[in-house]
């Protein structure tokens, strides 16, 4: 009985090595961005800084709503999202802290906070993914209103529970109100546009024939070609400004009133560095967004992208519309 | 005096892992209740193991039931309703078919003289230990124009999704649910019946299903009870397989949304169907237990001749194929397929630690929980222990993403430092899970004779001792078995750790989930391989050592 007390007590003890970070240091990042593709770039910061990251990974939208649950005093010293619609959801609630000057300015205008409460480390561009064996690219629209018309129907999948897909629903409210949004969705939902659980789960469904194209972020086509080169799946940029061609900012925000300031405005800094900009740029095939730093090859640059003329400080205020949008259309 | 079953049948499994899900709440009545007051530290323990979910879980209903108007929108509408009946056919289809094939199965490895029982068993029980998300992205893997099976054979097969898809894995996920307690009872089943009326002429499928089925009932009915409830309350198979189901909205209006309110409208409103499967079962079931549980002697073993073997043989090795073989095939081809093109693959050790402590722990905790809720439902029955009882089991058919969601609201609001802790989470795991200790258990002590520790009492024993002393080594057995079920459960359990984690614990669940959301197959593979090796531990214990013991 004795020794079973003992090896339980162990574990208690490894259970909490597991997930305590230990001395020194520390800063807590709510990270809407995953694991897989972050976790390396905390290492490499933990070696330089001697700081320790402790890393909540979830959902942005999720992470925002706990964020703003757990009010002032919570865990949280950083939160780093994936879409600037969770950034301008803690800002608007007056959560984040405003952040030094030369990080906020760190990045073209158009990527950070007006107000200066968060800034963009990496960009993400929406594309149509599509498969190159069945799709030729004189085919595929100039919008993403293309996609309703009949010769596209059951042909064009859809991610509607995805952050990014509603952060680009948002942008449509804005550009071009609710009513014409909605009848875009309602249209998309009465062509049949197949509903997926994911991005990735889309760019998978393209590269193994179950669907013809899909509306995605640009980077998942690469991180595919990792594992299996003979991927048929290849992008497509719209070449009209529209929410479709959209450029969203990951990006990071400090959260006001934290103990950790100093250590959080490191981890914002180094997001921004040199180095992180390059691992965005070659490890996530994101946009890096400090000027200078190279792009992934086989990316257009960032400049070719026809831009939508949307205040992403804004997205936030539309997000739940954008959530109603969704679910009124039926594609929920 | 505590008689083993001597001289029963072969046994794939013992009675205590039958009774983990068979012995529902009110059922066995071998020894009548003794009339004695249970201690009041007792009844305390008892209560204290309903706490954890129930206040999170009435704080919720109070939330809901205090939201504004606008907030039911989402429960009252066409769509909800029509995915409220898309979840409602799944749930029926892959209960009726998890039934079948569990019952048949059972039959087949218990009763017939097809050899290799343990061998077969092993195999139907396999697919316990793998996540039924695994099981869709295998599938989804293996099949469509460019998938393993056209790789392999040149023959393009259609792409499994949808309902069939979702239904073949959630119908591989739980039919081992049926399969355990089937065989079980089937190996405590009296046969005299059955042979009396094979005596008085019945054909072999005529005894079946006028006898051996009606005798079945109790222990199907708790298989397909939890069969049902698992495919309600799946999210991750349904949505991977783009089938809509109701788990569906509920994650879209949480993730999508900041006010966490319309997801727990919907939570409540899940709950309320569970509870009302969790009825009818009881309603339907009525309140008999038929089976002897001591078999009086070894019943006689089919022979199955020429044509008749070959189906059986075909049945349980197509089960076999896609229960066990499928899946680890294909995450195999991914590691080698991410090896080939120079991925590093690790095994994601502090995950492992994760998922180990994590389980572990849940499973300990567990079987501490699961005691007092037994001793008192058994040795001092009555209309009182009977609702603690079952109370436990509504607390198991919770689905977990409401119960998660629940805790996690009341825990920032009230539980201060406790909020995304360890603790937290393995209590939640423990209580979510309890009743599999309890039912474990519970079928351990009725097989003890109450007399044994009514002469430690009269000896001058306490009640406290005597559980120590007596109780406890009687019923070691059972609870360790348990103990393993709840292990084996937790390492596969995605939504409560995902929301109610503390920062920076990781679990091969959350791995698998994560690296394959991001199409890192080759990683996704690895973590659940690691899943399956580590699950073969305690799945182990729980149906080779069990024979060790009893032969």
Known sequence: ?332 | MNDRPGGAAPQVQSPEIGGVLEAPPGSGKRYERTGRAAPPWLWAAGLLVLVPIGVPVASMLARVLGASDGAWDVLFNARTAELVLRSALLTLLVTTAATVIGIAAAWIIVRTDLGAPRLWGVLMLLPLVIPSYVFALSFLAATGPRGLVADLTGIAVPFLDGLPGAWLALTLSTFPYVFLVTAAALQRLDPALEEAARGLGASTWRVFRTVTLPLLRPAVGAGALLAALYTLSDFGAVSLMRFDAFTRVIYAQYAGRLDRTPAAVLSIALIVIALGILWAEQRTRGRASHYSHRPIRRPTRHRLEGRRRAVAVLFLGTIAALGVIVPVTVLVAWVVRGIDAGEQIAVPWNAVAGSVVGSVLAAVLAMAAALPVVVLAVRYRSRRTEALERSVYVMFSLPHITVALAVLIFAVRYLGPLYQSLALLVVIYATMFLAQATGAAKASLLQVDPHLEEAARSLGKGPFRVLRDVTIPLIWRGLLAGGALVFLTTMKELPATLLLRPTGFETLAVRIWAAADELFYARAATAALVLLAVSAVPAYVLIVRPKDATS
């Open chain 1, 1 to 332: 009985m004795r020794q079973v007390t003992v090896f339980i007590v162990a574990l208690a003890l490894l259970g909490s090595a597991c997930s305590d970070s230990g001395f020194g240091d520390t800063v807590t990042v709510y990270s809407g961005r995953s694991e897989e593709l972050i976790a390396p770039l905390i290492e490499r910061f933990e070696e330089q800084t001697g700081i320790d990251v402790a890393v909540r990974y979830a959902g942005s939208t999720e992470l925002a709503a706990t964020i703003l649950e757990e009010g002032a005093g919570g865990p949280a010293d950083v939160f780093f999202a994936q879409d600037p619609a969770s950034l301008g959801t803690v800002a608007l609630a007056g959560r984040f802290s405003e952040l030094p000057e030369d990080i906020h300015a760190a990045v073209p205008a158009r990527f950070a906070d007006a107000a200066g409460r968060w800034v963009g480390v990496s960009g993400r561009a929406r594309v149509v993914a599509y498969d190159t064996t069945v799709v030729s690219v004189d085919e595929l629209p100039a919008t993403e209103d293309g996609f309703t018309a009949s010769d596209w129907r059951g042909r064009t999948a859809l991610a509607p529970t995805n952050g990014s897909f509603l952060a680009f629903v948002a942008a449509k409210i804005l550009l071009e109100g609710e009513a014409a949004t909605l009848a875009w969705l309602t249209s998309m939902a009465d062509n049949d546009a197949p509903t997926y659980a994911g991005n990735s789960a889309i760019v998978a469904a393209v590269d193994d024939g179950q669907v013809e194209t899909g509306l995605v972020n640009h980077y998942y086509r690469y991180r595919l070609a990792v594992e299996g080169p003979d991927t048929v799946v290849e992008n497509y940029f719209f070449p009209e400004a529209t929410a479709g061609s959209l450029v969203m900012p990951a990006g990071a925000g400090i959260l006001a009133g934290t103990p950790h300031r100093d250590a959080a405005t490191t981890f914002v800094e180094y997001l921004l560095s040199p180095e992180a900009q390059e691992y965005f740029a070659t490890e996530t095939y994101e946009y890096p967004l400090v000027p200078g730093v190279p792009v992934a090859s086989g990316l257009p640059p960032l400049g070719s992208i026809p831009t939508p003329a949307v205040d992403l400080s804004l997205l936030a205020t539309e997000l739940d519309t954008a959530t109603d949008l969704v679910a009124e259309a039926g594609l929920l």
